[in-house]
Each structure stands twice: as structure tokens, then as C-alpha cells.
């Protein structure tokens, strides 16, 4: 059985989507870039502070589902430029303590022109 999972603490899907789809045991997650969710607006900047949005994001839909962080089994990081990937990794590690499977990837664009954007996949039993 399928259900959507959603949250106004997480940005709005901004295409045919859902926030995130629980099925069975496992939680998946689209790819959250970094949004602020209470009025829409990309206003984080740097690498950094973007980061730490998309966390942000993470982990309202995680808290949603009734998970958290150190559920997560697997991450699909993508970076608009790898040169960032150092700064990347460390926003990334303080909320990924259990250190998942991940892949991370530099990709020639992200929606809106951010600089990260993170999909998860979680354990829920």
C-alpha cells in the first residue's frame, strides 16, 4: 500500500509529485533543494547555508513520516558544481551521523539554479 506524505514545514511540490511516498517499510523521498517552505523563495546562499536548507527540508518530511535521520539508509546528493562537495560534506555529515549508502554526483543544472539537492530513502519499520 502507497501513501503520500506531506508537510507545509517542507516546500510545496513544485511538479506532478509528492513531498514523499511511503511504501512497505521504506520511505522515499524527491529530491529536496533548498526552499524556504514558509513563503516559497530561494534566499539561502552559498553552498553552505543552501545545504543546511535542504536539511532543513529533509527533515520535515522525515518527522512527517514518522522517521528521522539515523533511518535513513540511502542519499542521492546532487551538486551543481563538485568543487563544493568538501562544504557539502560538512552540512552533511551533522545531520547524517549513521553515515548511509550514498551516491553524490555534480549534474550540469538544478531546478532554480541551486547549488544542492538531496534525495533520501528511509527504513519506516
Do not use: H, W
Request: with cysteine.
Amino acid at each position: 500500500m502507497l501513501k503520500k506524505i506531506a508537510t507545509d514545514k517542507a516546500p510545496a511540490a513544485i511538479g506532478p509529485y509528492s513531498q514523499a511516498i511511503a511504501a512497505g517499510d521504506f520511505l522515499f523521498a524527491s529530491g529536496q533543494i533548498p526552499i524556504n517552505p514558509e513563503n516559497g523563495n530561494i534566499e539561502a546562499e552559498g553552498i553552505e547555508a543552501q545545504t543546511e536548507q535542504v536539511m532543513k527540508n529533509i527533515g520535515a518530511i522525515l518527522e512527517a513520516a514518522g522517521t528521522g535521520y539515523a533511518n535513513v539508509v540511502k542519499t542521492s546528493c546532487f551538486l551543481a558544481d563538485m568543487a563544493d562537495f568538501a562544504a557539502f560534506n560538512a552540512v552533511y555529515e551533522k545531520y547524517f551521523t549513521e553515515k548511509p549508502a550514498r551516491s553524490c554526483v555534480a549534474v550540469k543544472q538544478l531546478p532554480k539554479s541551486v547549488l544542492c539537492e538531496v534525495e533520501v530513502i528511509a527504513y519506516l519499520g
